[in-house]
Nanobody
């Protein structure tokens, strides 16, 4: 079945940067759209960014546009989320997803277990 494993989360001060990784094992993600989502305490999961299998098209939530960059390395079966100028409101558990259904925040072929990002103000 395969797994998606996120890493790179942690505690950072506001204005700082983090780079999240999502590595796939037991499955190839090189031919599917991949995405990042996040869920803050007491809130619904929300869309962050997606990237097509070629990496040629990306989409971002308005709240992260200009600060976050999604990318992928198909040779490494891995996607990334570079997060700059982090804000307290970016605090959440970040999940990667394989082949997410556009317009939803819960439907995807596979989900990772999540990695915690905490931004101190």
């Amino acid at each position: 079945q395969g797994r998606l494993v996120e890493s790179g989360g942690g505690l950072v001060q506001a204005g700082g940067s983090l780079r999240l990784s999502c590595a796939a094992s037991g499955r190839t993600i090189s031919s599917v759209t991949m995405g990042w989502f996040r869920q803050a305490p007491g809130k619904e999961r929300e869309f962050v960014a997606t990237i097509t299998w070629t990496g040629g098209t990306t989409h971002y939530a308005d709240s992260v546009k200009g600060r976050f960059t999604i990318s992928r390395d198909n040779a490494k079966n891995t996607i990334y989320l570079q997060m700059n100028s982090l804000k307290h409101e970016d605090t959440a558990v970040y999940y990667c997803a394989a082949n997410p259904v556009l317009g939803t925040t819960s439907l995807a072929a596979a989900w990772g277990q999540g990695t915690q990002v905490t931004v101190s103000s």
